[in-house]
């Protein structure tokens, strides 16, 4: 059976000790690192900026999945691609030439996924779906971890596998906000290939545990 793949969500790791953090996940089954970065216009709080993401990126052994919740993320595309990053997640909703950022992310040598907020419709992908690695759909509004779940999400995924199928695309299907074991489990049923998990695995009392378990739901 095909394992799912998990990407824990720093945002919710403790900041005053990243690298007590780092150290679990990178010895863990995790897949990748998910990095959240805000911008206080795009969604309504602040993340971390790239000092920081500096030293995230020396410290982490895994590949790097950066989320831009921000305005004009075509204009950072070479300060991720510097951090190493395996792919760049950018909004449906902040990039009305979406097609261009997703060329600029190819060409600096990333995959692109786009990511859809819990209000956009899947639909809407038709004419750029066989151009990304990836669709992100968030399972909550952006901008905070320990949401919970949008359960809508689920007709979404079945909605974009359809797209996915019928065009002959190759981009997995990613999630993002409430997932836990339980949410997980229905998401991995409808077709979800990745799942995000900030406070599921950050919170948890074995780190490498529960993305053992999310990774075989
Ligand atoms: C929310 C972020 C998520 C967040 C998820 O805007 O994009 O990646 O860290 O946190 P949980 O898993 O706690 O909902
Ligand atoms: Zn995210």
Redesign the pocket.
């Not at 909550?140 to 949401?147: E, M, T, W």
């Not at 993002?176 to 836990?180: A, I, K, L, M």
């Not at 995000?196 to 695995?201: E, I, K, L, R």
């Given at each position: 059976m095909k394992k799912t793949l998990v990407s824990p969500?720093?945002?919710?790791a403790n900041f005053a000790n990243l690298q007590a953090d780092l150290n679990i996940i990178n010895q863990s089954e995790a897949d990748w690192l998910?990095i959240?970065i805000?911008d206080g216009v795009f969604?309504p709080?602040i993340s971390f900026g790239f000092p920081v993401l500096e030293y995230v990126a020396q410290l982490s052994k895994k590949p790097l999945d950066v989320?831009l919740?921000i305005v004009q993320p075509e204009k950072f595309v070479n300060e991720v691609k510097a951090l190493g990053a395996m792919m760049m997640n950018v909004h449906y909703e902040a990039c009305p030439h979406l097609h261009r950022v997703v060329q600029q992310i190819k060409d600096a040598g990333m995959k692109a996924a786009v990511t859809l907020n819990p209000a956009t419709p899947v639909a809407l992908l038709e004419d750029i779906i066989q151009d990304i690695d990836m669709v992100l759909l968030?399972s909550?509004?952006?901008?905070?971890?320990?949401?919970k779940?949008i359960p809508h999400t689920l007709d979404k995924i079945k909605e974009l596998r359809a797209l996915i199928e019928r065009t002959g695309s190759q981009a997995l299907i990613e999630v993002?906000?409430?997932?836990?074991l339980e949410t997980g489990k229905l998401l991995v049923d409808a077709g979800a290939d990745v799942l995000?998990?900030?406070?599921?695995?950050f919170k948890a009392p074995d780190m490498a545990d529960m993305i053992h378990q999310l990774k075989n739901l």
């Open positions: 969500s720093l945002l919710s998910h959240d805000m969604v709080n989320h919740m968030m909550v509004n952006p901008g905070f971890g320990g949401q779940f993002d906000g409430g997932v836990n995000v998990a900030g406070s599921a695995v």
